[in-house]
């Protein structure tokens, strides 16, 4: 196991109702809050008044609507702007990956004095951010529960991650009830998200980093048992339950610190919703069983074979890349069966930026260091798998 | 699920040479270091030298040795002194959890008037507390990254447990290399306290919990493969990485939270080493098969077959009595496998005390509302089937 460090100092108000908490919470922080929001959901399910009811008569909030799902630069400098001319105190996210990374990369950037994006090419230029509080209306991204932020600079068509130990949510409300409005897909979109992370950190090098690896089992049975039962039933509150909080556990470092390397798949996926801003869980789940099936080796073939025995129920009284072939199927499978389109043709995207999407996800992605290290040329072929 | 708050913030720098933070982190709090230690093994492995090494010439360093396993309130009492005494502005505890669960109770009752004891009976009292910073030499309590503390009173012979949200420790240094010199028998009691503790988690109420039961399975399927390797092979840093992480993730809210009712077993437990001063982790082992042959019934059945079933990989294939019963046999082989002595009488505990100790655990440990409400009855028989 690799040497790490884990300060997850999130505090997490979990359960129906919880939302109670967040006079206290902000109040911790002073009395200009910033309310970030994304296309206004949250007008329509509730949540938007629920909270301009507790906070309305004590602080004074600001509101900062409109921020798209790929969060971009732009949004990043109007938040900024808004921070600095209202003297805010406290941002206040209220959405899901989009709207929380945002705020980081605001918190962060509204004590910076250059181009925010600076902040985004180098996060060492990171050393002091606003107080973030959240209340999580989609999930997948794992952002309520992390420093880690992505943001696109359309300009620029790059799609970049950035994130400090000061742009870590202070706290986050995860009520169940606010993810029952959720459309299907993007319910099916937010599974996939969760269970690439814990994919990610599972092919991460480092063979005795085994309770990590249990770990991203326990969240990748948890999606296949609730994400079903959550599309079928959009208010099963406890298919809800375990899907938010699988969706947390992802990715605060439970699963991948003490491993090493570079991720894989999620750098190959965020050049596809830079250029074509496709819903990157969907991307995901398109990109997740042509990696595997690129990557499938001599090598990496126990691996793969571990994941279908453990996650999927496939027996082991076969031959493992009999193994590993059935358990990339089952994966194919099981995204498909959540309604998500598992071909890049299903959603508009064909042959054309392969190779300059390819060059670039290499480029940024440090894909040399990977799991299975990957060529422009690796990459070009695990697209073309997709189409 | 239930509804929970989970605020973690321990910091822990977890690996080999992590022990290099520690200025920097003690640093934060202030010069004056109340250094807490047990009965001097840390002189022999030479962890004592590191840490006056790095501290020194920088830091005021107060001792407080020779904290005893159980600690007491005399101990804390002790370190209460030493705090106003030397004007101590954080607590530095080199311990296993003895030490650590001593330094909680000091840290609180440090800006305590009364008797440090009112703070055990009623954790509310306790309002601020000394910053405290650990360095892990023994894996098993959990102690290190939760608010939790169990004092002695040996003039009332009680046991008992307090905590509150300013007695978590602020950083942790987990270097599985400190506890290459541990004895069999400290890193059998150990592992089987971290296998208590998610088994108390998991026989908790609250069917839907789901995620809770994975990452507590992966917390058990983590110590049975380990813990025969560490006895086997002390110096297996990967046993020792294993399971010391094991240990951290097993009782700091991640298996147990959502989840609702009182412990089982250690309540039953703490009765025993409040009477006879015996290692904690060595009376669960013996306790644990004892308690689920008592409780087994139609309403348990199925949750201890899951366990067989997913922990110990018994065939799902029987009827699910045989499984159950399966699965009880093959923890106590476990533990047994691990050299720790499996009947009171092993070590020394005859009946004679029986009838008070269960009277005492019912009346403390709330066993009327656990998983299967236990009456002082219920308790004789477990201790009964343990002789």
Known sequence: M????????????????????????????????????????????????????????????????????NPTLDSVKRGVALCRNHSIDVILAVGGGSVIDCTKAVAAARYYEGDPWDLVLD???????????????????????????????????????????????????????????????????????????????????GEDAFIQDKMSEAVMLTVIKYAPIAIKEPENYAARANLAWASSLALNGLTGNGKSGAWSIHAIEHELSAYYDLTHGVGLAILIPAWLKHILNEQSVDRIAALGVNVFKISDQQDKFEIAKKTIGAMEQFFASLGIPMRLTDVGIDEEKFELMAEKAVKYGALKHAYVPMTKEDVIQIYQLCK
């Open 2 to 69: 690799d040497n790490f460090k884990f300060h997850v100092y999130t505090e997490i108000f979990f359960g129906k109702g919880e939302i109670k908490n967040l006079p206290a919470t902000l109040g911790k922080y002073g009395k200009n809050v910033l309310f970030a929001y994304g296309g206004g959901s949250i007008k329509k399910n509730g949540i938007y008044e629920q909270v301009m009811e507790l906070l309305s008569e004590t602080f004074n909030v600001v509101e900062f609507a409109n921020i798209e799902p």
């Open 123 to 205: 996060s060492r230029k990171i050393t002091k951010a606003l107080p973030i509080v959240t209340v999580l209306t989609m999930a997948g991204t794992g952002s309520e529960m992390n420093r880690g932020s992505v943001i696109t600079n359309k300009e620029k068509m790059l799609k970049l991650g950035m994130g400090a130990p000061v742009t870590m949510p202070q706290a986050t409300v995860i009520d169940p009830t606010y993810l029952f409005t959720l459309p299907p897909i993007q319910t099916a979109a937010g599974a996939a998200d969760t269970f690439s992370h814990v994919l990610e950190s599972y092919f991460k090098k």
